[in-house]
């Protein structure tokens, strides 16, 4: 019986193979071999309405072949075939739709129709599915419902790991899944707070919260997805684990003004001085102007309450000014316009240097909150002020050295001691990711100790020594040391190139007894 099917279908009359396939099934719907036949010319009709753009016919021969209810895995080749012209269809007719609305409307249509449809999973074609309608509707209100009707979470292992295409890394699809799903939780948190269906929203938010705390557990490189958690437990109101989670990211993407932004919300309600110094941080990043507005509007608002309304001001007239260069449009955050109606805000003045120097006066609290914990003392032994590169040693006795004009404020100087964070790239060359001059007396720091002996000088040498030490050939002459003279002096950590080794060397001498 399938035989007829099968030759009808080879010699090109579908229509004739599916017509005596349906009449086949009538009279033996469970004849194995006849539904084979028969899917295989639904499959072929398939391409047909594919290459048609008949989504009617398309949709109807898919439907036929789902309600076979054949084996996925017995009919491997039949069904991830049927997904790869699933597949193309979403990629040439789904996702050119540029109208939100309809695009939805069309990815709903067809789920509707592949529900059941049965795949295997995981697998290449399953990937790339979830890939495909992952990116006809990652900007969609559906987004979430849409995921969770294809099984998004039924990745191949590749799917999770980082790769990369001619020299250039690739954001696992993974990654890319979790931060749109994040983004859509978010949005939704904001907007149906006043709905019915509040609860749950903040249910499928938390158990997404869980998901990425399980992906960041196995994929910690996973940058965005580590910031969209910390943005998640703000928007649930778990500002305590989001400030810890936040931390890290923090630390590492110091550069970027949105982190500090995040971290300045989260910090909003516990710390309200610290949060006004993040939003410094961020504004000393750079960034394109129009991309800072929010973070603007934010610290004016902190900086307002705080008590610092030119600071405010400042930061509203920037603001405002921006977008209406951009957009064409002021601003109408409610909370700004209350600002501006102030008395205080009415009396302040802008700033003429736009609170760079504010911001400058005002970075201590962000900067020892992310640092302070991973600083470590170091000595600055040589300065290059044309390169802008200091060279180091620190209590380790690591020695290298990094470029100094990114993040300091001021020019280092020889032999002054630092609190930094600095991290090996190669060899002796190192990163400065954040640093701040000491404030402890030499002495209390691990490069400078205090010395007393007597000095051993032979005269044909300018040089001399106390206890090993070296005592340089400038400060036996300012001093007028002579052999067995008694000294108190205060000794310097140094690095001798010749002997490849540490020692110390006498930095200053604080009195002298003659023999």
């Known amino acids: 019986?399938?035989?007829?099917?099968?030759?009808?279908?080879?010699?090109?009359?579908?229509?004739?193979?599916?017509?005596?396939?349906?009449?086949?099934?009538?009279?033996?719907?469970?004849?194995?071999?006849?539904?084979?036949?028969?899917?295989?010319?639904?499959?072929?009709?398939?391409?047909?309405?594919?290459?048609?753009?008949?989504?009617?016919?398309?949709?109807?021969?898919?439907?036929?072949?789902?309600?076979?209810?054949?084996?996925?895995?017995?009919?491997?080749?039949?069904?991830?075939?049927?997904?790869?012209?699933?597949?193309?269809?979403?990629?040439?007719?789904?996702?050119?739709?540029?109208?939100?609305?309809?695009?939805?409307?069309?990815?709903?249509?067809?789920?509707?129709?592949?529900?059941?449809?049965p795949k295997n999973a995981p697998s290449e074609v399953n990937s790339v599915f979830i890939k495909f309608i992952h990116t006809a509707s990652k900007d969609l209100a559906e987004y979430i419902a849409f995921m969770h009707r294809i099984d998004f979470d039924q990745l191949m292992p590749a799917d999770r790991l980082p790769s990369e295409y001619d020299g250039q890394p690739i954001i696992p699809l993974w990654e890319q899944i979790l931060n749109a799903y994040s983004k859509c939780a978010l949005r939704l948190l904001g907007t149906m707070r006043q709905s019915e269906e509040y609860d749950q929203v903040v249910e499928v938010a938390r158990d997404h919260v869980k998901r990425l705390q399980r992906a960041l557990t196995t994929n910690p490189e996973y940058k965005y997805t580590l910031y969209y958690l910390a943005k998640l437990l703000i928007a649930l109101g778990d500002k305590t684990a989001a400030i810890n989670r936040l931390m890290p990211f923090v630390r590492r993407n110091n550069r970027d003004f949105w982190v500090w932004q995040t971290m300045a919300v989260a910090l909003k309600d516990s710390d309200l001085q610290t949060a006004m110094s993040c939003c410094c941080k961020g504004l000393l990043c750079k960034a394109q102007e129009d991309k800072t507005v929010g973070l603007r509007e934010t610290a004016a608002k902190f900086f307002a309450a705080c008590g610092y309304w030119d600071a405010c001001k400042t930061e509203v007239t920037i603001a405002d000014n921006t977008r209406m260069k951009h957009w064409s449009k002021h601003i109408n955050d409610q909370e700004i316009l209350e600002l501006v109606q102030h008395p205080e805000y009415k009396k302040a003045e802008v700033s003429s240097d736009n609170n760079r120097s504010f911001y400058a006066n005002h970075l201590a609290a962000a900067e020892q909150m992310t640092y302070a914990d991973l600083a470590r003392p170091i000595l600055i032994t040589f300065v290059n002020k044309e390169k802008h590169i200091a060279n180091f040693i620190d209590a380790d006795d690591r020695r290298g050295f990094f470029r100094y004009d990114k993040v300091l404020m001021e020019t280092p100087q020889t032999n002054e001691v630092y609190t930094a964070v600095i991290e090996r790239i190669a060899d002796e060359r190192f990163n400065l990711t954040w640093g701040k001059k000491s404030t402890d007396a030499p002495t209390d720091t691990p490069f400078f100790?205090?010395?007393?002996?007597?000095?051993?000088?032979?005269?044909?040498?300018?040089?001399?020594?106390?206890?090993?030490?070296?005592?340089?050939?400038?400060?036996?002459?300012?001093?007028?040391l002579e052999d067995g003279d008694t000294i108190e002096a205060i000794a310097i950590k140094s690095y001798d190139r010749k002997k490849n080794r540490f020692g110390w060397a006498i930095h200053e001498i604080t009195a002298c007894t003659k023999e």
Not at 449 to 466: D, L, S, T, W, Y
């Open 1 to 117: 019986m399938s035989t007829e099917i099968t030759q009808l279908r080879k010699a090109g009359q579908f229509n004739g193979a599916y017509q005596l396939g349906q009449n086949k099934l009538a009279t033996t719907p469970n004849d194995i071999w006849v539904k084979r036949a028969f899917s295989w010319v639904c499959y072929d009709l398939l391409k047909l309405a594919k290459e048609a753009r008949d989504e009617e016919k398309l949709f109807g021969y898919i439907a036929d072949i789902r309600a076979l209810e054949l084996n996925a895995t017995q009919e491997k080749m039949l069904f991830d075939s049927t997904w790869w012209i699933i597949i193309k269809w979403v990629k040439d007719n789904i996702c050119p739709i540029e109208n939100a609305h309809d695009r939805s409307i069309a990815i709903n249509n067809l789920l509707a129709v592949v529900a059941d449809l």
């Open 449 to 480: 100790i205090k010395v007393q002996g007597f000095v051993k000088h032979i005269p044909e040498n300018r040089f001399a020594f106390v206890d090993n030490m070296f005592i340089s050939a400038e400060l036996v002459k300012a001093n007028n």
